[in-house]
């Protein structure tokens, strides 16, 4: 069972400072002070819907294939919201942890690229990322910024095909090579931090066990308690970007 702390003590910073290999799994929490609605949380777990959608059907992978046009649109209305967003304070301190330690990882559920955006380098986007497209004929992977779309769907730019937003559906498999890294980082931390995500959408949701089941020790960091919390060695009970800069305070 996991201590529940509402700040951070000297024993945290300690294990912080002494860690050497460092992993860190993040969810639509973290960005949820720069305006990005999550998904569930606030003690909510109904997810919520657009245009009398649910948005698990319109992020599925059965509509992609059904009504491409209407995934596009939805998320065309996604990096709408997305577009003025800027990192805040918990995405900030994430990218100085990154240069504090000999191994860190930064694995993200989120596609808002706002880990990159605060200057993060080493993250592994396991849900995709909503500013890239991929085309259904030839694979290739490019980056789709206009918004609004100026076509629907946006066309490959190398060999005009059709193209999809470069994000995991419900129903799809993540992508392999960057969810191995992300296993192996799991596998070899000593710290494994568990941020802003209710920890209820698997693959991603069994890392934080899999690395405990590695000897990691596991530090959530969320305002609520989640699934996650019965496996944490320590939650802290709060908001990430008022609690992760606190592990870069000034050391006495
Ligand atoms: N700081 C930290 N955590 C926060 C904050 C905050 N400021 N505000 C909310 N939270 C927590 C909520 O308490 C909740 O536990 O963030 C969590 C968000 O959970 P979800 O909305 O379920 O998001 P996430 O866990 O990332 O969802 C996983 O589900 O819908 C799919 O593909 C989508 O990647 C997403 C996946």
Not at 9 to 15: A, R, V
């Amino acid at each position: 069972m996991s201590t529940v702390l509402t700040q951070i003590t000297d024993e945290l910073i300690s294990l912080f400072d002494s860690a050497r290999s460092v992993a860190v799994l993040t969810g639509a929490g973290i960005s949820a002070e720069s305006g990005v609605p999550t998904f569930r949380g606030g003690g909510d777990t109904e997810i919520w819907t657009w245009r009398g959608k649910p948005i698990t059907e319109l992020s599925s992978a059965e509509l992609i294939s059904a009504d491409p046009k209407l995934v596009w649109e939805w998320f065309d209305y996604r990096r709408g919201m997305l577009k003025e967003v800027v990192p805040n304070a918990g995405h900030f301190a994430l990218a100085q942890w990154e240069r504090r330690f000999e191994e860190f990882t930064l694995i993200t559920q989120n596609i808002d690229d706002l880990h990159r955006a605060a200057g993060s380098l080493n993250v592994l986007e396991v849900h995709g990322n909503i500013w890239r497209a991929r085309c259904l004929r030839c694979a290739s992977v490019f980056e789709a910024r206009e918004c609004p779309l100026e076509e629907n769907p946006p066309l490959c730019m190398v060999c005009g095909g059709a193209a999809r937003p470069d994000v995991v559906l419900f129903g799809e498999l993540l992508p392999e090579q960057i969810f191995e890294r992300a296993e192996e980082a799991a596998a070899r931390c000593e710290l494994f931090f568990v941020i802003g995500t209710s920890a209820v959408v698997y693959p991603a949701a069994g890392l934080p066990i899999a690395a405990k089941q590695a000897g990691a020790r596991i530090i959530e960091v969320n305002p609520e308690r989640t699934d996650i919390s019965f496996f944490a060695d320590v939650t802290l009970l709060g908001k990430a970007g008022e609690i992760l800069p606190q592990f870069l305070r000034e050391r006495g």
